[in-house]
């Protein structure tokens, strides 16, 4: 049998760094567009209702999506990182404990919110902004997506990484697009063909519930057949890593996680803030909350090749190599990001409308997405610098720059803008506390950068 691993390790190891970058990143952009537009596939299906309070009810599930994420991350990127750093120390057999360790784990985890969500659905969905109105199609949508779907789309995730981080790009990316393909294509037939209508939102939450049972059952296969020639694991005899290890992956994976919530608090502060504003400006900040995304899954998409770099070539002791990977990757993230500024401004309304029809919801929201778009190049430094400290193992650098991020400029700013300006305020606050983060960050990884260099 070829030994795939080997060659993983050149990559890692021996790969001019642009070309290194973009075998690792160019499987996680495509992967994460893919994700992007069947994210976004159910809006746009949804608004082909013309119904804002369809919109909305669906737009509401984005935090409590995030609250997914923030399981994956805590198992997939603190397991993953981890994973990338001891194949970087030559420690595989400790590798193969940790994935078979954290993939349990996100079992149980997963399980727990789902039936977490499951009890307490109603008042979760009130809490985050959901209004009488909007109640009935956010709980539809809530139980085939979270309630029922919950494991396998954690799931999914987690294993997604451990791919990703052992080298196996194109593998992971091919996982989460063709998962992403196969709701696009279920999206209208369970909404449109199977559904009656006014049940559109449980047709949409069905399809996605589907693809993301596909998209799992993938995962399990590639890795159940990668057991025998690389150092993933899905053996419970693999179930017990040393201590130590476990300890690596809540310190990287808890900041990791509560990163997410933050990130995932600041939207339920957005759509309840929103909320008071009526449910076309609700409905509006939604779908621009969906549409603002592609620059920012480009960017997912090049963190996620920069941090098995980076965690690999800091573990061996190649900071050389490493300063190389975090310079080239946030060069690039910089630049895509100025380009999308410039395409947002351009074509605002015409994204609307490609998801509703309503007037006035297109007229908010074309002014919102001009508005939040011109923070996307400060928001993937602010980003991209927290992953990168995430891929080397300190966590509470990525946890300090993440809260700070939200805790001390993000959400103060959004009810004293809110307070000041109204709904315009709310849009505009991304900017400001991204200008303001982008400067603390590049502090800090200078003075981490000038600490390698000494030793």
Same mark, same amino acid.
């Given at each position: 049998?070829?030994?795939? #691993?080997?060659?993983?390790?050149?990559?890692?190891?021996?790969?001019?760094?642009?070309?290194?970058?973009?075998?690792?990143?160019?499987?996680?952009?495509?992967?994460?567009?893919?994700?992007?537009?069947?994210?976004?596939?159910?809006?746009?299906?949804?608004?082909?209702?013309?119904?804002?309070?369809? &919109? /909305?009810?669906?737009?509401?599930?984005?935090?409590?999506?995030?609250?997914?994420?923030?399981?994956?991350?805590?198992?997939?990127?603190?397991?993953?990182?981890?994973?990338?750093?001891?194949?970087?120390?030559?420690?595989?057999?400790?590798?193969?404990?940790?994935?078979?360790?954290?993939?349990?784990?996100?079992?149980? /985890?997963?399980?727990?919110?789902?039936?977490t969500?499951?009890?307490?659905?109603?008042? /979760?969905?009130?809490?985050f902004?959901?209004?009488?109105?909007?109640?009935?199609?956010?709980?539809?949508?809530?139980?085939?997506?979270? &309630?029922?779907?919950?494991?396998?789309?954690?799931?999914?995730?987690?294993?997604?990484?451990?791919?990703?981080?052992?080298g196996?790009a194109?593998?992971?990316?091919?996982?989460?697009?063709?998962?992403g393909?196969?709701?696009?294509?279920?999206?209208?037939?369970?909404?449109f &063909?199977?559904?009656?209508?006014?049940?559109?939102?449980?047709?949409?939450?069905?399809?996605t519930?589907?693809?993301?049972?596909?998209?799992?059952?993938?995962?399990?296969?590639?890795?159940?057949?990668?057991?025998?020639?690389?150092?993933?694991?899905?053996?419970?005899?693999?179930?017990?890593?040393?201590?130590?290890?476990?300890?690596? =992956?809540?310190?990287?994976?808890?900041?990791? /996680?509560?990163?997410?919530?933050?990130?995932?608090?600041?939207?339920?502060?957005?759509?309840?803030?929103?909320?008071?504003?009526g449910?076309?400006?609700?409905?509006?900040?939604?779908?621009?909350?969906?549409?603002?995304?592609l620059?920012?899954?480009?960017?997912?998409?090049?963190?996620?090749?920069?941090?098995?770099?980076?965690?690999?070539?800091?573990?061996?002791g190649?900071?050389?190599?490493? #300063?190389?990977?975090?310079?080239?990757?946030?060069?690039?993230?910089?630049?895509?990001?100025?380009?999308?500024?410039?395409?947002?401004?351009?074509?605002?309304?015409?994204?609307?409308?490609?998801?509703?029809?309503?007037?006035?919801? =297109?007229?908010?929201?074309?002014?919102?997405?001009?508005?939040?778009?011109?923070?996307?190049?400060?928001?993937?430094?602010?980003?991209?610098?927290?992953?990168?400290?995430?891929?080397?193992?300190?966590?509470?650098?990525?946890?300090?720059?993440?809260?700070?991020?939200?805790?001390?400029?993000?959400?103060?700013?959004?009810?004293?803008?809110?307070?000041?300006?109204?709904?315009?305020?709310?849009?505009?606050?991304?900017?400001?506390?991204?200008?303001?983060?982008?400067? &603390?960050?590049?502090?800090?990884?200078?003075?981490?950068?000038?600490?390698?260099?000494?030793?």
């Amino acid at each position: 049998m070829k030994d795939t #691993h080997k060659d993983n390790r050149e990559i890692f190891e021996l790969w001019p760094v642009p070309r290194a970058l973009f075998e690792l990143s160019l499987p996680m952009i495509f992967g994460q567009l893919i994700i992007l537009i069947y994210s976004l596939a159910d809006t746009f299906y949804i608004g082909r209702t013309n119904n804002p309070l369809m &919109v /909305a009810g669906v737009s509401l599930l984005l935090p409590v999506f995030n609250i997914s994420i923030s399981f994956a991350n805590l198992f997939g990127i603190g397991g993953g990182t981890l994973i990338s750093r001891l194949m970087g120390a030559g420690r595989d057999d400790e590798a193969k404990k940790v994935s078979a360790f954290c993939f349990y784990m996100t079992i149980i /985890a997963a399980g727990l919110f789902s039936l977490t969500m499951f009890i307490f659905m109603e008042p /979760a969905l009130r809490l985050f902004g959901a209004s009488d109105d909007t109640l009935i199609f956010a709980k539809q949508y809530t139980l085939c997506v979270i &309630v029922i779907g919950a494991i396998p789309t954690i799931l999914s995730m987690t294993l997604s990484n451990f791919l990703r981080s052992t080298g196996y790009a194109k593998k992971s990316g091919f996982g989460m697009s063709m998962g992403g393909i196969i709701n696009i294509i279920l999206d209208p037939i369970f909404m449109f &063909v199977l559904m009656p209508s006014g049940y559109e939102v449980i047709g949409a939450g069905i399809a996605t519930m589907l693809s993301n049972v596909i998209t799992c059952s993938y995962f399990l296969i590639v890795i159940y057949k990668l057991q025998g020639a690389g150092i993933l694991s899905l053996s419970i005899k693999n179930i017990r890593p040393p201590r130590k290890n476990i300890y690596s =992956v809540f310190s990287v994976g808890v900041p990791a /996680a509560i990163a997410v919530f933050l990130f995932d608090l600041t939207y339920i502060i957005i759509d309840r803030l929103a909320a008071g504003h009526g449910d076309i400006p609700l409905a509006a900040v939604g779908i621009v909350l969906k549409a603002e995304r592609l620059p920012l899954n480009i960017g997912i998409g090049l963190c996620m090749g920069m941090m098995p770099l980076a965690a690999y070539n800091y573990s061996s002791g190649n900071f050389a190599r490493m #300063h190389e990977v975090v310079n080239y990757s946030r060069k690039v993230g910089i630049i895509l990001g100025f380009l999308s500024v410039i395409l947002y401004e351009i074509f605002a309304p015409y994204i609307m409308r490609i998801f509703i029809a309503d007037a006035l919801t =297109v007229e908010l929201g074309t002014d919102f997405l001009r508005a939040r778009s011109l923070a996307t190049p400060f928001m993937f430094i602010c980003f991209h610098l927290v992953n990168f400290f995430q891929a080397v193992g300190y966590g509470d650098k990525a946890l300090g720059l993440g809260a700070a991020r939200w805790v001390v400029f993000n959400i103060p700013l959004l009810f004293i803008m809110n307070y000041i300006f109204g709904m315009y305020g709310i849009v505009w606050t991304q900017v400001l506390a991204d200008v303001l983060m982008t400067i &603390v960050s590049i502090i800090v990884y200078k003075k981490f950068e000038a600490s390698i260099k000494i030793c």
